[in-house]
């Protein structure tokens, strides 16, 4: 069984299960295994059955998570039971930490229940990609350690951090499968994408929230650039539904080219990048494109956050180097007037954007060998073993 909620954990999900399907100890099994759960289009692609499409309910922080409670109420015991009909052996929770986080939970606790009865069925749970207790919260590490019996991590740093805050659970680093989403296609996206004239790439979010406090934001920077010379817009949205929602706000630039999807061929083409502080900017760093980071929360969230947080810096390049590779604009900060100056450092001074390329190497260099969609398979398959 596996449960994703985003965009990002359904193409995860997806590699994982074509990684399982692939290995020798799936092949080797007289009956092939089923999949099921919830996720996305990615995950029905790769033969996952879904009883649910997760990803069209994507939230972010506490204020819309609150405004669909009820929604995801439900999409939870819907999951929960289904998990107790079909009693699958693995249940691999994707990304999507604040519900995964209580679905473990509610497992674990169902199984402890029974304990002693007729009652036999003994899952293990495994979450794929840490949820960043590290950032916030790190007391939540402990319930990670009593309700999952293993731990795929995609960035470096967080098995020593583990191994300090929760040692009783198995953390296994596998690397960033981005590695092998791309490999040997650098080049050639990069022919196809070539042009003469610098190209800024807008990448507001992934969610309807982040796309409603993003879009007006990078707009308005856009036009702010535009009047300072020739350069090509783009924006690229996840999803059809988003390109909707942003359409009629995208008439007051003409010239804007806005993609569904494409993001791989986008960012091969880019010059300079203006992003959500997300999972993109992995990917931004991925093609070294500059970029600036940017995020607007609601303020009851932003509050909250400021008050547990204990990162210095939100887009991941940045944690991974241990210095602002990437300027970061949060919040009241993240004016027109200063995303604008700092896109316009960057596409006025190619030797900047050369220093920053740099140093975006080192970071791709740090999240590991190809491989990583295979390496978690192995380690999912090895609980079974034991």
């Known amino acids: 069984m596996l449960i994703a909620g985003e965009a990002s954990g359904d193409l995860l999900a997806a590699e994982l299960v074509k990684a399982l399907k692939q290995s020798p100890e799936i092949r080797a099994m007289p009956f092939p295994p089923e999949f099921f759960g919830a996720g996305g289009p990615r995950m029905a692609e790769a033969g996952v059955d879904l009883a649910v499409n997760l990803t069209q309910y994507s939230v972010i922080g506490l204020s819309d998570s609150l405004k669909q409670y009820w929604q995801f109420k439900r999409i939870f015991d819907q999951l929960f039971q289904l998990a107790l009909e079909r009693e699958p052996d693995v249940i691999i929770c994707v990304d999507f930490s604040g519900f995964n986080r209580r679905f473990a939970g509610a497992i674990t606790k169902q199984i402890r229940s029974r304990r002693g009865t007729f009652f036999n069925w003994n899952p293990k749970i495994v979450q794929y990609v840490s949820p960043q207790v590290w950032a916030s919260r790190p007391s939540r590490a402990h319930q990670l350690e009593r309700d999952v019996d293993l731990l795929l991590s995609i960035f470096p740093f967080e098995k020593e951090w583990y191994a300090r805050h929760a040692p009783g659970l198995r953390v296994e680093f596998v690397g960033h499968p981005i590695v092998d989403r791309y490999a040997g296609r ?194 999912v398959l090895s609980l079974l073993e034991m």
Request: proline content about 6%; hydrophobic content about 45%; glycine content about 6%.
């Open 186 to 379: 650098q080049d050639e996206l990069r022919a196809r994408g070539a042009s003469g004239t610098p190209v800024l790439v807008l990448l507001p979010g992934s969610r309807d929230s982040e796309l409603k406090r993003h879009l007006p934001v990078m707009l308005a920077v856009a036009k702010r650039i535009q009047t300072q010379g020739s350069v090509f817009l783009r924006m690229v949205l996840s999803t059809d539904r988003l390109a909707e929602l942003a359409k009629p706000k995208t008439t007051s630039l003409p010239h804007l080219q806005v993609e569904v999807g494409n993001l791989a061929e986008s960012l091969a083409a880019a010059t300079v990048a203006i992003a959500s502080t997300g999972t993109v900017t992995v990917e931004c760093a991925y093609f070294g494109v500059p970029t600036v980071a940017i995020y607007k929360a609601a303020w009851s969230d932003y509050l909250i956050a400021r008050q547990i947080v204990r990162v210095k810096h939100l887009a991941m390049p940045n944690l991974l180097a241990g210095e602002e590779i990437y300027p970061e604009f949060i919040q009241h900060k993240a004016t027109p007037d200063n995303i604008a100056r700092a896109a316009l450092e960057l596409l006025n001074h190619p030797e900047r954007c050369d220093a920053v390329k740099a140093k975006l190497a080192q970071v791709i260099k740090s999240l590991g060998e190809p491989g990583a969609s295979r390496r978690a398979a192995k380690a």
